[in-house]
């Protein structure tokens, strides 16, 4: 199939494949008249999604304009991974567009017309935005393409086989004449959506795989020169700014609110109780969050979660203590250990960590008694215009969002439950119902506190782990995992729970990539009241660090190399072995002489298809503090779009994992978190970022994610170093306990 796509390939066109949702990848490209008239329809109704008259519109995901410039809908949230550049790119290829002429927005809210094949509804996550609209976005421009040929064809009355493209230019090499895709334009949107076409062969390729000398950011230029819009930059006329004071423990309730002092503050407009907790509604920011602090709240914490992580953690170590649903075995992993010559033991144990997206979570919305329009940085469309839908009890085609420019994620704005899109209907809601104050609209905002402090969090996980050595081998693996769900008892729970397992949990850890004789996975799901979420790499973040921690600890002691055991077990996993042998050369693994006090460790993930490995170099300061001073990092995500994009990614995920390796966690006495803002939060500090060199490994196979996957290796490589360091291998995470 990756060769496949590869290949000269035809669109299938029809309204039955788009509509399919998991087949639109690949066949939901053009749109029946219907349908594309109701995504102009939408789109014109949109503030930022309008065409000039004469413009051209072949597909829910391409218009052309006439000034020639190409836009491209883009279905996916951009929050800094790419997907205006990448998609982009995908049509301008397929169109030999000028990359210049192209720009990107964000397509509206419609399940119809922009859904995610892996999801089945319109969102972005798990690293799929390149991966799911490959063949799409390409195919939708080749149809452009076609009818904009067409039409220049007709308009010059010569076969369209004779015409040429390139650049942005329609040419007639026998005739000599030559054209801009908006001068017919508006004649080839009177021509029907072609039914079959063509993409190019990977040979072809003018824009795909090239670098940013040639296929720069899209993005970059609005925001760093600050008119890219993000919900922050939102004021509209009579806009009222709202603040919620939560509850200190999860599971809390209001019992009571007296509001008289903050009501006295000037500028604070209305105090309501709300679903959530109690709202206070200001004309700006200053005063709502003033007045939030003179709120006398009486909580009710009868259903609260009262436990501190160390209770939780020890309850945790409990269970692991005994077998769980099996998530994973082959062979008889406890003969082999009870055969062995050595048993190594450990168990990994792993915080809660907050998101802390630069741009804490806000919105903006205005409600005028039938319809809702909501702005904001929309993470799954689809669900969260069916939880505001629900809030104000109407359909879901009564909910209109527009998707911003959101300021980072890692998970956090891809909420289970759309637990924010909620709170800002239920705010909306309520000040609508406040008399003088029916349909102004309100903007929503969480301070960092709020947000560091507003749960949904990435699990705490423990892992239990042996392993056998015997005749200089690794013989045996057996892995108890105990974590929180990150999916039982929500919308989500059919993705991936199945006997007892969440997929989610256990994922790089429930099957290897290291071929042994013996194996065994099984897990416990765990129940406490602190909400959890995905985070950035999702399972991995946990299972990378057991797994890679702890092979690197059997071949230790089986007496082994870490790179030549690894690969030595490696047989079946030809890509994993392919990154490990390139980043093994870029770093010169067997041929370097390190400075004093140095260490190497190596780690191999691969996660959300692809795969990637790294080598960090560590030295460990007088007070024991890691210092991570080079990454070396070989990735293979298949095809390479934009390898600049790649690269940044890469290297935004190995400082995210650093920081939160070394710093992260989130910590709870009597059910109250202790961090709340970056000063007990701590993050990698930019002159502690170390240089990282990264290899792109040459694929041909189908693209897959690359926001994600730069992450896991890089924690349990710096244990691993660490190790060769004659430092204990960090079993608790972080390594660095209360240092913020």
């Known amino acids: 199939m990756q060769m496949r796509q590869m290949q000269p390939a035809r669109g299938q066109v029809s309204r039955r494949g788009l509509l399919k949702g998991a087949a639109g990848l690949v066949v939901g490209v053009y749109l029946a008249p219907s349908l594309m008239k109701r995504a102009l329809a939408t789109e014109a109704a949109a503030a930022d999604v309008t065409m000039p008259a004469g413009g051209f519109a072949p597909n829910a995901f391409i218009r052309v304009a006439t000034d020639d410039t190409v836009t491209v809908l883009v279905k996916h949230i951009e929050f800094g991974q790419g997907p205006f550049t990448g998609l982009a790119t995908l049509v301008a290829e397929e169109m030999d567009a000028d990359w210049a002429q192209m720009r990107a927005e964000h397509a509206p809210a419609d399940t119809a017309l922009y859904t995610n094949s892996l999801f089945g509804m319109q969102g972005t996550g798990g690293s799929t935005a390149i991966a799911n609209s490959f063949m799409q976005m390409r195919q939708a421009g080749a149809a452009a393409r076609a009818m904009l040929v067409a039409a220049a064809a007709a308009d010059w009355q010569v076969e369209p086989a004779a015409l040429t493209v390139s650049k942005g230019r329609i040419r007639h090499a026998a005739s000599g004449r030559e054209t801009g895709f908006g001068a017919v334009a508006e004649a080839a949107a009177k021509l029907p959506v072609p039914t079959d076409v063509l993409v190019k062969s990977a040979k072809d390729f003018k824009l795909i795989g090239r670098d940013r000398d040639t296929v720069g950011r899209l993005d970059s230029r609005a925001k760093t020169n600050g008119s890219a819009m993000f919900t922050a930059d939102i004021h509209t006329d009579g806009m009222v700014v709202a603040v919620v004071a939560h509850p200190p423990r999860f599971g809390g309730r209001v019992k009571s609110v007296d509001a008289s002092q903050a009501l006295a503050v000037r500028g604070v407009l209305a105090v309501r109780e709300v679903p959530t907790g109690v709202a206070v509604y200001a004309d700006s920011t200053w005063p709502a969050i003033k007045a939030r602090e003179l709120l006398d709240i009486t909580w009710d914490d009868s259903a609260a979660e009262m436990r501190g992580t160390e209770q939780i953690l020890a309850d945790f170590s409990a269970l692991a203590k005994g077998s769980g649903a099996v998530a994973g075995s082959h062979g008889d992993a406890q003969a082999a250990l009870a055969a062995a010559d050595q048993v190594v033991e450990a168990e990994f ?64 704005r891809g909420q289970v439950g759309s637990v924010f899109a909620v709170e800002l209907a239920a705010v909306t809601k309520t000040l609508a119902g406040v008399s003088g104050f029916a349909g102004r609209p309100v903007k929503l905002v969480w301070t960092r506190e709020d947000d560091i402090q507003g749960g949904y969090y990435r699990p705490m996980f423990v892992h239990r782990m042996r392993g056998a050595v015997k005749d200089g081998a690794i013989t045996a693996w057996a892995d108890t995992v105990v974590g929180q769900s990150f999916i039982v008892g929500t919308p989500w729970e059919g993705f991936g729970y199945k006997d007892g397992v969440d997929a989610l949990m256990v994922e790089g850890a429930s099957e290897l990539r290291y071929t042994l004789p013996a194996f065994s996975c099984d897990l416990h799901i765990a129940k406490t009241g602190v909400p959890v979420l995905f985070w950035r790499s999702v399972g991995h973040t946990h299972t990378g660090y057991a797994v890679e921690c702890f092979v690197d600890e059997l071949l230790t002691a089986a007496g082994q190399d870490p790179v030549d055991g690894r690969l030595a077990l490696m047989a079946e996993a030809p890509r994993e072995a392919g990154v490990l042998r390139a980043v093994a050369e870029l770093a010169r693994w067997h041929d370097t002489t ?147």
């Open 349 to 412: 144990q792993f915080p809660y960590l907050a998101h802390a997206p630069m741009e804490p979570l806000d919105g903006w919305m205005t409600w005028d008694g039938s319809t809702a329009y909501a702005r904001f940085g929309s993470q799954i469309q689809t669900s969260d215009q069916m939880a505001i839908a629900a809030v104000f009890d109407v359909t879901p085609d009564k909910v209109r969002i527009d998707t911003m420019l959101a300021g980072g994620s890692f998970g956090r």
């Open 594 to 740: 390190l400075p004093e006090g140095r260490a190497r460790g190596v780690a191999v993930v691969k996660s959300f298809g692809t795969h990637v490995a790294e080598i960090v170099e560590v030295s460990v300061s007088d007070d024991g503090e890691p210092r991570v001073h080079k990454v070396w990092c070989a990735v293979d995500c298949g095809v390479a779009v934009n390898p600049d994009v790649i690269r940044a990614q890469i290297e935004g995920g190995i400082g995210y994992g650093i920081g939160h390796a070394l710093y992260g966690e989130i910590t709870m006495e009597d059910g109250l978190r202790m961090q709340s803002n970056f000063d007990g939060y701590r993050s990698l500090r930019i002159n502690e970022m170390p240089e990282v060199e990264v290899v792109i490994v040459a694929s041909d196979a189908a693209p897959s994610g690359i926001g994600e996957p730069g992450l896991p290796p890089v924690a349990p490589a710096i244990a691993n170093a660490m190790a060769r360091l004659g430092r204990e291998r960090p079993r608790r995470l972080p390594m660095l306990r209360e240092t913020a």
